[in-house]
């Protein structure tokens, strides 16, 4: 191994947040939420959980997209890596919702959105408290 | 049915130029910072992936939006 490849490790270990431990969190919310609201109405249960995984796949593309590169060397690398993956998230978003709103009957869109608000909200919540104390 | 279109159109192109613009000032605002003080690159970009949730979450809801009113409120495309 490289000292640059070392460097760029270690900037990687100081910056990346424990994003497995943020979508798994994410998920396990969303499966409860669905869980519970099940047993009050399939429909609404369902599309809350489409709603949410709406939200939590584009997030995990670009948070696993952003944190490939780390470090003051490679910061074009990472501002690139910003740019390809806000077009991936944006495109996935847009395909996802088309798919869901085309092919998913019925389906709650009030449910989906509250979802998918909930799923950002969360987000930004568990990246907030659970980043890395290296990147604070 | 046009004119559903054309909200489709603003909704997704106004939503996408938003983000756009915010993540070039982002970006921009990244490269500096990263040139002015090296040695908190990390931390910049540790911050940066937050905001960047915060920045995207409205145009994505409005570009959700959009395609509940092209795909629910006005179904049945002419091919």
Redesign the interface.
Known sequence: MTATQRQQKT?LA??K?PLLKIYGLQCIVLLVASGFTYSINGVVAKSLLIGGL?SVLP?AY??RQ??KY????Y??E??QS??RA?AG??IA??GL??A???MVRPLS?VA??SA??VG??L??LL??VL??P??? | MGLALIAVSLMIGFGALGTAIGFALLGGKLLEGSARQPELAPMLQGKMFLIAGLLDAVPMIGVGIAMYVLFVVVPGLPA
């Open positions: 900037a100081t910056v947040p709406i997030n670009f948070a952003v944190f780390a470090g003051a060397a910061a074009r990472v501002n910003f740019y806000e998230k944006f978003t847009v919702f088309a869901t709103f085309a869109a989906v959105f998918y608000l950002m909200l987000n930004t990246v907030a980043r890395n290296g990147a604070r």
